[in-house]
């Protein structure tokens, strides 16, 4: 029988488990909604949790866009026996079943987590808990709900941490399965597994830009080159000319990151996550326009140059036809 935690024990735990972002947290207030705190997440904060006096609420993705633990929000008249069925199917993954909490939130509703060893990118623990749902049938929401911060949202979702106080029901949350925060042993997934949840919707996501009425579509075969991944020395210049041309199809700034973190996955290594968000920032700011004078950098050239003869948009534009559609393999 598992023996309980001390608190200073559990506070650790929490901090290994469960936090992600340390320069704010969010409280819950008595109207039951949570504030952001602007503070330092410390371990009297956490203390405090435990104790009852505040309850808080911790952010899952850091700055990086990465996390280490996805949850799985089950609330509605069958949210016990639903996330019963979930812990039960995990259990049965030799992947999983030593990283796996099932807790009782103090509330109408229960928690399953699943926790990581090496932090994985937003967008692969989003696949990650749509292809469990589907595999188990179930529905309810998860964690993380974006695949990366963005300037319209900084922090992302929060979850309440675990072994507080639920203000609304005045309750505490419980760990039912297991009994301690100390047995819970953090996965490390398979690089192959995590490809796969990256790019798992790849096919689903071929991004249809059209800029007219004319009928054929076309591939821009030098943009389709640049989305594969570059190397470094080519990463930054790619970077900007990628987020012109996303800017210029009237995709919002913030969908352009979207892409531009997935696009990033693929760079050998990727650009820095700040860099990045400072080339999209700078396409959006100035009137800069996307066309195919924009592979005239050195670093470019051999993107486009290679395809002068084959090239169905530059055949179109030299002909000086209509404005062209084309379409983009993401």
């Known amino acids: 029988?598992?023996?309980?935690?001390?608190?200073?024990?559990?506070?650790?735990?929490?901090?290994?488990?469960?936090?992600?972002?340390f320069d704010c947290y969010a409280c819950q207030t008595e109207a039951f909604n949570f504030v952001k705190k602007d503070e330092k997440l410390t371990a009297e904060v956490v203390k405090r949790h435990l104790s009852h006096k505040i309850t808080i609420g911790v952010y899952q993705i850091n700055k990086d866009n990465k996390i280490k633990w996805i949850c799985f929000d089950f609330d509605d008249e069958n949210s016990q026996q639903n996330a019963t069925k979930l812990l039960n199917y995990l259990l049965n993954k030799p992947l999983f079943k030593n990283a796996v909490l099932l807790e009782y939130t103090g509330g109408r509703g229960y928690h399953v987590w699943i926790f990581f060893k090496e932090k994985i990118?937003?967008?692969?623990?989003?696949?990650?808990?749509?292809?469990?749902?589907?595999?188990?049938?179930?529905?309810?929401?998860f964690f993380p709900k974006q695949c990366s911060l963005s300037p319209q949202s900084p922090f992302g979702s929060l979850v309440r941490l675990p072994l507080g106080l639920h203000k609304k029901y005045g309750k505490v949350s419980e760990l039912i399965f297991p009994k301690t925060l100390s047995e819970i042993k953090p996965t490390i997934l398979p690089k192959s597994l995590i490809f796969k949840l990256e790019n798992s919707n790849q096919e689903n996501n071929t991004l249809h830009f059209q800029t007219s009425s004319f009928e054929n579509r076309l591939r821009c075969p030098a943009i389709n080159d640049l989305l594969l991944g570059v190397k470094e020395g080519t990463r930054d210049i790619a970077a900007f000319v990628l987020a012109r041309f996303y800017k210029s199809l009237n995709l919002t700034q913030a969908e352009t990151q979207l892409l531009m973190s997935h696009w990033?996955?693929?760079?050998?290594?990727?650009?820095?996550s700040k860099q990045l968000e400072k080339c999209v920032k700078q396409a959006f700011q100035r009137k800069y326009t996307f066309g195919c004078s924009s592979f005239l950098e050195p670093q470019l050239k051999e993107f486009c140059l290679k395809y002068q003869d084959t090239c169905a948009i530059k055949k179109i534009r030299d002909k000086k036809s209509e404005p062209y559609s084309f379409e983009v393999i993401s």
């Open 1 to 21: 029988m598992s023996q309980p935690n001390s608190i200073e024990e559990t506070v650790k735990n929490i901090f290994d488990l469960f936090l992600n972002r």
């Open 121 to 141: 990118s937003a967008t692969a623990g989003r696949a990650l808990c749509e292809k469990i749902l589907e595999k188990t049938s179930l529905k309810c929401e």
């Open 264 to 272: 990033n996955t693929k760079n050998s290594p990727p650009l820095d």
